[in-house]
Nanobody, 126 residues
Framework: QIQLVESGGELVQPGASLRLSCAASGRIFSSYAMGWFRQAPVKEREFVAAITWSGGNTYYADSAKGRFTASRDNAKNTLDLQMNRLKPGEPAVYYC???????????????????WGQGAQVTVSS
């Protein structure tokens, strides 16, 4: 089993940057592709970004392309999400999780992920 702890969430102004981190412990972190998802109140959890086990490939939701960057350090068992130009409409709880199932090219399916962390709250407000 993998335990995950997200951190870095805070209140920021529109247009600001924020870096979220995810620390993993337990089973071999480097064996899994990792994903970032977010969930706003009364909305379903939605895909933000994913990164393959080696870090060699990344995938982003259209809303994140050009603004967010996912990275990982397998030696430190950490995953990061650099978010730039945050928008007022995207405050949410951000979660990281390993992709446990699924082998196709679609990394956006929440059901392929498990061992969700507790989430990091990001609030975007002026």
């Amino acid at each position: 089993q993998i335990q995950l702890v997200e951190s870095g969430g805070e209140l920021v102004q529109p247009g600001a940057s924020l870096r979220l981190s995810c620390a993993a412990s337990g089973r071999i972190f480097s064996s899994y592709a990792m994903g970032w998802f977010r969930q706003a109140p009364v909305k379903e959890r939605e895909f933000v970004a994913a990164i393959t086990w080696s870090g060699g490939n990344t995938y982003y939701a259209d809303s994140a392309k050009g603004r967010f960057t996912a990275s990982r350090d397998n030696a430190k068992n950490t995953l990061d999400l650099q978010m730039n130009r945050l928008k007022p409409g995207e405050p949410a709880v951000y979660y990281c999780a390993p992709r446990i199932t699924g082998s196709g090219a679609d990394y956006s399916l929440p059901d392929d992920y498990a061992y969700w962390g507790q989430g990091a709250q990001v609030t975007v407000s002026s």
